[in-house]
């Protein structure tokens, strides 16, 4: 038995957290209740994207599971689409978040050129802001 090293399964239906079975298949309780559900979640990736069905079609997105798959074929065909369409799915939004920050995480934040004049400029306009809201109670302080 394989332990744990924190790689992510390659077995697991992504959002949901289904595994396929070492039998190579989901419990049957899971099948179902993925194809009942993930209608419902490609569904919302299909009404917020701006594109003809059949460029959704053509690039690999599906509005519902084909229950002739074996579970192998669904685990691939719902993990790509996971991936790339996420964080339109209201259910897992946040999960599909929370997975892509952990890519980031250990990547060291490096400031660019643009961020760097960005931070300046903002430090400029706080700076102006709070000069005009000076002038603006002054009126007020001198006649009290």
Known sequence: MKKYDGTPSKKKFKGYNFYIQCN???????????????????????SSLPLSTD?????????ELD????????LEQWNQMYD???????EFRTKWEKERTKEYKFQTFQKSEDYNTLSERLSKMETEFNMFKLKMNKPMLMMG
């Not at 190579?24 to 299909?46: C, D, M, Y």
């Not at 229950?67 to 669904?74: G, K």
């Not at 790339?84 to 209201?90: A, T």
Request: no cysteine; glycine share 8%; charged share 25%.
């Open 24 to 46: 190579e298949r989901l419990s049957k309780k899971n099948r179902e209740n993925l194809l009942r559900t993930s209608p419902i979640h490609l569904g919302e990736v299909f």
């Open 55 to 63: 460029k959704l079609v053509t690039g690999g997105l599906v509005s």
């Open 67 to 74: 229950s002739n798959l074996t579970d192998i074929e669904l």
């Open 84 to 90: 790339v369409f996420g964080y339109l799915m209201s």
